[in-house]
């Protein structure tokens, strides 16, 4: 299957019956929504991630994907994050 290179954000809540926040995460998602879950603590984790330098963009994928993923992801020119494409291998 091939995937997406179409990444999105989410921010995400767990609340009690009262409605207070347990706990606030972030997730760095794929466009389709299976290659890609990745969960995060904080918003500096999320600002850590280097979407605007490719190759270190892969090689963070590269952790959390499969090497067939990571084949996929290379299959295509580029992905889109916030709006803005980035070459897959940066060149």
Same mark, same amino acid.
């Given at each position: 299957?091939? /995937?997406?290179?179409?990444?999105?954000? @989410?921010?995400? =809540?767990?609340?009690?019956? &009262?409605? $207070?926040?347990?706990?606030?995460?972030?997730?760095?998602?794929?466009?389709?929504?299976?290659?890609?879950?990745?969960?995060?603590?904080?918003?500096?984790? /999320?600002?850590?991630?280097?979407?605007? @330098?490719?190759? =270190?963009?892969?090689?963070? &994928?590269? $952790?959390?994907?499969?090497?067939?993923?990571?084949?996929?992801?290379?299959?295509?020119?580029?992905?889109?994050?916030?709006?803005?494409?980035?070459?897959?291998?940066?060149?």
């Amino acid at each position: 299957m091939i /995937l997406s290179n179409e990444f999105y954000l @989410n921010k995400n =809540e767990s609340l009690n019956y &009262l409605g $207070k926040t347990l706990e606030t995460y972030y997730t760095l998602n794929s466009f389709d929504g299976i290659h890609l879950t990745i969960k995060l603590k904080s918003m500096e984790d /999320l600002l850590e991630i280097p979407f605007d @330098n490719p190759k =270190e963009f892969a090689t963070f &994928l590269s $952790k959390h994907w499969t090497e067939q993923d990571m084949k996929n992801f290379y299959s295509e020119e580029k992905y889109l994050i916030d709006g803005k494409y980035y070459r897959t291998r940066g060149e």
